[in-house]
């Protein structure tokens, strides 16, 4: 049931742009997406509900496709700011309703 | 909003021992969930609370894990006999429950970080 993120990780130079994605083999009710930096709690981006709506914030947007159960985060003109673990949480239909986490994407910005 | 609290931020205890973490959630948040974290991994699932009714508990959670909300507020998550396997960091977060909970968004705590020696 944990959701599949790929890739595991990414270096990235300033201003440089990256796709996360997050895929699941249940049918969902929503994508979340949070940003974890080294030592403290994961943080809330955002959320993708099942509709196919893309949604953004700054710079870093979203996108969900309820068919085929993935979603995308898209980080544009980076920043070293956005330096940290993505991690992707869904809520299947049918289920429990608890979030569960895939395994993260360390995303790294350098100068 | 003062957010989510978890105390202590760190236990050190020896093998065997018993121990005891607290989380206070946003007061409006009628639920909370407590994680599981190790290097490397994401956060893992153990349980979640609906005011004060604990709706689901890992399978993966041994008897040793209890966790309770006795009046829909703090929570506490206890370890008994702990075990050098159970070291990571515990976190609690909370949300908005009922229909609209998979609109909610989690909001963290800092964690405990549990080392067993």
């Known amino acids: 049931q944990q959701p599949v993120q790929s890739p595991q990780a990414v270096i990235l130079r300033e201003g440089e742009d990256a796709v996360i994605n997050c895929s699941s083999s249940?049918?969902?009710?929503?994508v979340h997406w949070y940003r974890q930096k080294h030592g403290e709690a994961p943080v809330f981006l955002m959320i993708?509900?099942?509709?196919?709506e893309q949604k953004g914030h700054e710079k870093i947007s979203a996108s969900f496709n309820e068919k085929k159960q993935q979603s995308s985060l898209y980080l544009t003109a980076s920043q070293l700011s956005y330096s940290g673990t993505y991690f992707c949480?869904?809520?299947?239909?049918?289920?429990?309703?608890?979030?569960?986490f895939g395994k993260g994407t360390k995303l790294t910005v350098n100068p | 909003d003062t957010g989510v609290s978890q105390d202590p931020r760190h236990k050190i205890t020896k093998r065997g021992q018993n121990v005891t973490f607290r989380c206070d959630p946003i007061?409006?948040?009628?639920?909370l969930y407590w994680y599981r974290q190790t290097l490397g991994q994401g956060p893992e699932f153990l349980t979640y609370?609906?005011?004060?009714?604990?709706?689901?508990k890992s399978r993966l959670l041994s008897d040793r894990f209890s966790a309770e909300r006795p009046k829909g507020s703090f929570s506490t998550l206890e370890i008994q006999r702990t075990e050098q396997g159970d070291s990571a960091m515990y976190l609690c977060?909370?949300?908005?429950?009922?229909?609209?909970?998979?609109?909610?968004?989690?909001?963290f705590g800092n964690g405990t970080r549990l080392t067993v020696t």
């Open positions: 007061s409006e948040h009628n639920r």
């Open positions: 949480g869904t809520f299947a239909q049918g289920g429990s309703e608890k979030l569960v």
């Open positions: 993708l509900l099942k509709g196919g």
């Open positions: 977060a909370s949300s908005l429950g009922g229909r609209s909970s998979y609109n909610s968004p989690l909001h």
């Open positions: 609370f609906q005011n004060e009714a604990q709706l689901e």
């Open positions: 249940k049918a969902l009710y929503s």
